[in-house]
């Protein structure tokens, strides 16, 4: 059975998504000026962003994994058939 595995590409970008998230609420953190207050929101902007990358990619690597279980099964099941009928 071949085994799918999430595209690392997606999942890097996601995860350096979510890390520059965090750091830009560190800098925020760390100079608590008025004039730095749309850290916040882009970091979590990015933050949400990453998180939702990886998200999908689980997902779609999730469905292609089923998918070929399905295949797997429905082959099985037919052999079982066949060799019934027999």
Known sequence: MKK???N???VVVG???MVIG???WLIRAAFNQNSLNWLL???LLLVCCG???LTITAFVALR???LEI???IRAKEAQEKKDKQK
Do not use: F, H, S
């Open 4 to 6: 799918y595995r999430p």
């Open 8 to 10: 690392t590409t997606a």
């Open 15 to 17: 995860i350096v998504l």
């Open 22 to 24: 965090l750091v830009m």
């Open 41 to 43: 929101t882009v970091g």
């Open 51 to 53: 998180g939702l990358e």
């Open 64 to 66: 292609k994994n089923d």
């Open 70 to 72: 399905q295949k797997q």
